[in-house]
């Protein structure tokens, strides 16, 4: 049987300093060894060196003694090193593969944005519905996604996970961008019908009027907002919710990773906004941050001028026509 995983620890000089039960999440490949060191040093230098979190490397493949190496000489707290199973990584029994094949063909063809990418369905259907579940992760209750190839602009002088908890905080994001609608067409349909057959699941005071204009409820048709699961803080413990198994079982026997092209962005943002009270959804106004083709900027004076930031603030996604944070702060405010 090969290693589940591997570790490597850290011996620190000086005390640690109070922590969450948390750690820094990275789906990776051995050959993003280059843009998972460039975001490893961004998130350390503007935040880990002062605190020292865990960072835990997730990978269908086993991690390369290279790769072990330097991401550990990189991180200033403990890393492991864990392996997808591969149930978890390919197409699950009840999948029609030829109807699967058939459908990435033409998504291809219509040349959507990584329509015929069986992996990326893969890390899709993970992302959505595995990875808070595997055995290196079971242990925390929060996490931070962190992407190989991303940019982070400004200093965090303060440690988003104890701010999570203390405020009783469930999910939080960054950039809120609409999703492509021809790589989800029957997501909502299948919403709408697990929301009926399971009320019980669906938050009172939730953010439904984040994902559907006018007010119009679960009946309402879905305007493809959703927040950019890249960046994510959040609750362990809401995926591994009886409401979210729940949802994601629902998700997963209608097929639409693979028949579709689900991604884990609207399937997280759509539990999120109805399975959770608005309250608990938080967005990070003070966190610069870039994930191609899109970056935001905090714009408030403090953060422009104190030299915490190092971003241009009139690059900023969130007044983009394509953005959909002003939609979320109509239903939450700023």
């Known amino acids: ?15 640690d300093p109070v922590r ?26 503007r935040f880990n060196r002062r605190y020292r979190y865990p960072w835990t490397f997730l990978n269908d493949e086993e991690f390369t003694q290279e790769f072990i190496q330097l991401t550990s000489g990189m991180a200033s707290g403990d890393t492991e090193y864990g392996l997808v199973p591969k149930e978890e990584w390919s197409w699950p029994d009840h999948i029609d593969r030829q109807k699967s094949r058939a459908s990435m063909k033409k998504m291809e063809d219509d040349e959507v944005i990584y329509g015929g990418s ?12 595995f990875f808070f579940n595997h055995p290196l992760l079971l242990k925390y209750d929060w996490y931070w ?9 400004c200093d965090m002088n303060y440690d988003p996970f104890k701010f999570m908890k203390d405020n009783n905080k469930a999910y939080s994001f960054v950039i809120a961008i ?5 790589t989800i067409p029957t997501l909502w349909d299948a919403t709408q019908r697990f929301a009926e057959r399971y009320p019980k699941y669906i938050a009172k005071d939730n953010a439904i009027d984040f994902i559907v204009d006018d007010h119009k409820g679960i009946k309402g048709p879905y305007n493809f907002c959703h927040f950019w699961s890249n960046f994510e803080i959040a609750d362990l413990n809401f995926w591994r919710s009886e409401a979210y198994t729940k949802y994601f079982q629902w998700l997963d026997e209608e097929g639409g990773f693979y028949y579709e092209r689900w991604g884990d962005a609207p399937v997280h943002s759509i539990a999120a906004s109805l399975l959770l009270s608005r309250e608990r959804i938080h967005h990070f106004a003070d966190i610069g941050y870039k994930h191609t083709p899109w970056l ?13 930031c190092l971003c241009n603030r009139h690059e900023n996604f969130d007044e983009h026509v394509f953005s959909c944070l002003p939609k979320w702060f109509q239903i939450a405010g700023k």
Do not use: W
């Open 1 to 15: 049987m090969e290693p589940l995983h591997r570790r490597q620890r850290k011996i620190h000089c000086d005390p």
């Open 20 to 45: 969450q039960n948390a750690t820094l999440v990275m789906l990776v490949r051995n050959f993003e060894i280059d843009d998972a060191l460039s975001s490893m040093r961004q998130i350390e230098d």
């Open 118 to 129: 069986l992996t990326y369905r893969h890390m899709c259907r993970y992302n959505s519905g």
């Open 145 to 153: 996604r962190v992407e190989p190839s991303i940019e982070f602009y």
């Open 178 to 182: 609409p999703e492509y609608p021809k």
């Open 296 to 308: 935001r900027c905090p714009t408030d004076d403090e953060s422009y001028f104190s030299g915490r």
